[in-house]
């Protein structure tokens, strides 16, 4: 198992950085450098966009294993959003969100969200997790009891959690990833596997 | 796979006619078959070939489009079964257009559909159990519904053949109320399972927690492979290792050169003949030209679902049965039942930290019925009992607190243990939960829809109490934390064990079926699914219809060579 494992990391997941969508760094913008728009949203605005990059790049920095920017979550949570809506004026709850949470960083330091640093991005996250109702326990794919609206922040984490854990490069080169294990084996040692989740 | 008799002049008269090919019907399709009878298989939707047909089984995640997401325009499609949770990208085409099959919920009611060869037995749960003569006898003991013209030594052998046959993963364990199958190798527990096991084991005692006992093969079987802990299984599985048509009955009744398969036939009624006092054979709509055909046989086995095959029967009307194909008693389309579910109780288990596990194994535990089995258990609060269903596993990542590189390594790694339970109880057999035709609302092929009506009763809602009430006292006797008792109050239909709508009895004025699964009074026409059960037992209902079916076609031929029928 060993072995596989580390057959499988010498991919490394540097290799996948041509993933990245093609970009239209320069084309959109004048200050790219500052800027985290260097992706072509099909669904949000540049603003959101901004927002939405912002969001991953704190949630899910890049460290010796790839970042959230790293896997395109922003990318796929742009994608999923244009499929499931509707088009029409109204901004969804996630327009809606974003709106909100950029205004409270403009009320708490006179920037929005995406221009903040990294400590007062931290500290509005923190503020909003201890906000935001929590999921209930599932059981065979759906919430027991009653589940309570979860809130813009907590919606937007749980789908780049998704988006992250659901990347071919995370499935298959950071998680343990085995798709015809052959057997079970109820018990064996956390460290067996490197202490890292199975993918599938 | 099988011959396709598309060409529909070509033949229309067989020995036997098969209406539907799912759990039951491929049963009916390999027994017939392999004693002799040139059968024709009427399946309503498209062929799904063993394999061929499985284009999601080896899709990962990031193989699919949206991940696995359903698009809206899908989620569309599926309106109403979409609610049961289990449908995504991975098994979409395996679940029936809700658009193009309507029904009516007069109350609430999921009705989960497959229209295509195999039908459910693709996507089914694959959990087995014997009934046993508690619930053989229930009806007759506390006067619910009628008595089943049946006990369990009727049946006993016929489970054993199609356990044979089919492969049953498992463990005995020696319980009166859960008769022992003719068993595969059990699958192994967790170690957390393991423990939760010992302490509930000791803490009460008369309750038992065992590996589920289920249709997937731990050894290889008959010409098929063993399970490769893939749980993918309801996209099919290459290795056939869990029971379905597909792999396992269709495949056979071919092998014998009997078996003529005609897809897109949507079984419009069965064929009376009132003056031969017969049934003659069955009306099929091509679902894709709209043209009409008779085909004509000796023998007619009902296997098109529960509803299915009594809406059919219901569409059966003639001078003889101007309510429907067998319906002297007025019950046929009455009396639905099927289990509840989603309630039960969730923890965390401490201590295992270091612990996990490899392989996806396509199985939980399960908790036997201990309500009601003697003097000792009995109730005052509710007639019959509940089984549980659970596992444990570590997964619990949703509400992982945090950000950053901290609490990316944390996401990376498996969450705490958490152990969940949920029961399944009995539902009682009420004459007024019913369906019937309704000819306001027309399907695609401008045929009359089913309307359900039904919902449950008082005595479902004590056993549904109860079984909270137990969930979260087991889970804190043995030491659990942070648990959650949950009651999701789904309306009838999330068991997907629909049953009982042409219940099996021994008096033709209150049943629909004898203890054949003949129709009391077109005795050539028989119905093996879920629609025959007399009450609904607290267990995975498919193994039953698997043996009640072989049973029944052992008698139809029987019953040919003696030309009684």
């Given at each position: 198992m060993m072995n596989r494992r580390a057959l499988l990391r010498q991919?490394?997941?540097?290799?996948?950085?041509?993933?990245?969508?093609?970009t239209l760094v320069g084309l959109l913008q004048?200050?790219?450098?500052?800027?985290?728009?260097d992706w072509e949203p099909q669904y949000f605005t540049p603003d959101e966009a901004r927002f939405v990059t912002a969001y991953v790049d704190t949630l899910l920095p890049r460290t010796d294993t790839p970042g959230g920017l790293d896997v395109n979550v922003h990318v796929f949570i742009d994608r999923v959003m244009g499929v499931n809506s509707p088009a029409g004026d109204t901004p969804s709850p996630m327009q809606a969100g974003i709106l909100e949470f950029d205004d409270g960083a403009r009320t708490k330091y006179g920037k929005a969200f995406y221009e903040l640093d990294e400590s007062q991005r931290g500290e509005l996250f923190i503020a909003a997790e201890n906000l935001a109702p929590r999921y209930q326990p599932q059981v065979w794919g759906t919430a027991v009891g009653e589940q309570p609206p979860v809130g813009f922040y907590r919606s937007l984490k749980s789908m780049a959690q998704w988006a992250y854990l659901s990347s071919e490069t995370i499935g298959t080169e950071v998680l343990n990833y085995?798709?015809?294990?052959?057997a079970y084996n109820?018990?064996?040692?956390?460290d067996s596997v490197g202490g890292r989740s199975w993918s599938l | 796979m099988a011959n396709f008799?598309?060409?529909?002049?070509?033949?229309?008269?067989?020995?036997a006619i098969v209406v539907g090919s799912g759990i039951s019907g491929g049963w009916a399709a390999k027994e017939l078959t392999e004693k002799g009878l040139r059968t024709l298989v009427l399946e309503r939707g498209r062929i799904v070939e063993?394999?061929?047909?499985?284009?999601?089984?080896?899709?990962?995640?990031?193989?699919?489009?949206?991940?696995g997401g359903l698009t809206p325009e899908e989620r569309d499609k599926h309106y109403k079964s979409i609610r049961s949770g289990f449908i995504g990208k991975d098994t979409e085409?395996?679940?029936?257009n809700d658009r193009e099959n309507p029904y009516t919920e007069v109350k609430p009611f999921l009705w989960i559909r497959a229209h295509q060869l195999g039908g459910r037995s693709i996507l089914w749960g694959k959990q087995t159990y014997r009934l046993s003569d508690l619930d053989f006898e229930a009806n007759a003991r506390d006067g619910h519904g009628v008595d089943w013209p049946i006990r369990y030594r009727d049946i006993a052998p016929w489970y054993t053949y199609v356990e044979k046959f089919a492969g049953i993963s498992g463990a005995p364990l020696g319980l009166p109320q859960l008769p022992d199958s003719h068993f595969l190798p059990p699958m192994e527990m967790n170690c957390v399972e393991k423990h939760v096991k010992a302490r509930l084991e000791k803490e009460f005692a008369g309750r038992h927690l065992i590996i589920g006992r289920c249709a997937h093969l731990t050894v290889p079987h008959n010409g098929r492979g063993k399970c490769q802990?893939?749980?993918?299984?309801s996209r099919g599985c290459p290795y056939g290792a869990y029971f379905s048509s597909n792999a396992a009955t269709l495949p056979a009744a071919h092998a014998t050169g009997k078996l003529t398969i005609r897809p897109f036939?949507?079984?419009?009624s069965v064929r009376y003949d009132d003056t031969k006092g017969t049934a003659t054979g069955v009306r099929v709509i091509d679902?894709?030209?709209?043209e009409t055909v008779d085909y004509k046989a000796k023998v007619i086995f009902l296997n098109a679902s529960a509803l299915g095959s009594t809406q059919i029967m219901l569409n059966s009307t003639s001078k003889r049965f101007?309510?429907?194909?067998?319906?002297d008693s007025g019950?046929?389309?009455?009396n639905l039942m099927d289990h509840t579910y989603r309630i039960g109780a969730v923890g965390t288990v401490d201590g295992f930290e270091d612990k996990y596990y490899s392989g996806r194994r396509p199985n939980g535990i399960y908790i036997p019925r201990y309500w009601n089995v003697d003097e000792q258990s009995?109730?005052?609060?509710?007639v019959r009992g509940f089984g549980f269903q659970g596992g444990g596993g570590r997964?619990?990542?949703?509400?992982l607190e945090g950000h950053g590189a901290d609490y990316k390594e944390k996401l990376l790694q498996p969450g705490p243990w958490e152990f969940f339970i949920t029961g399944f109880a009995e539902c009682l057999p009420y004459h007024s939960n019913k369906v019937t035709l309704n000819d306001a609302v027309r399907d695609k092929w401008d045929q009359p829809t089913l309307a359900i009506d039904a919902e449950w009763g008082a005595n479902e809602h004590a056993l549904n109490d109860q079984i909270q009430e137990d969930a979260v006292e087991m889970l804190e006797r043995v030491g659990l934390r942070d648990i959650v008792g949950f009651n999701n109050?789904?309306?009838?239909g999330y068991g997907i064990h629909e049953m009982g709508t042409a219940r099996m009895g021994r008096d033709p004025k209150t049943s629909?079926?004898?203890?054949?699964?003949?129709?009391?009074?077109?005795?050539n026409v028989f119905v093996t699914d879920g629609?025959?059960?007399t009450s609904s037992s607290c267990v995975n209902p498919s193994l039953t219809y698997m043996a009640l079916t072989a049973r029944a076609a052992d008698h139809a031929v029987s019953e040919l060579n003696k030309r009684n029928i």
């Open positions: 991919a490394s997941w540097l290799a996948g950085a041509t993933l990245t969508a093609p004048s200050c790219a450098r500052e800027d985290p728009l085995d798709p015809v294990p052959g109820g018990c064996i040692p956390l | 008799n598309i060409d529909a002049d070509k033949s229309v008269t067989y020995d063993h394999v061929k047909d499985y284009p999601t089984m080896n899709l990962d995640p990031w193989d699919m489009d949206l991940r085409h395996f679940h029936a802990y893939r749980n993918r299984c036939s949507i079984a419009q679902s894709e030209t709209g101007e309510n429907g194909l067998g319906n019950e046929l389309g009455h009995r109730s005052d609060k509710f997964t619990g990542n949703n509400n109050r789904h309306e009838m629909v079926l004898n203890a054949f699964n003949q129709v009391h009074a077109a005795r629609a025959c059960m």
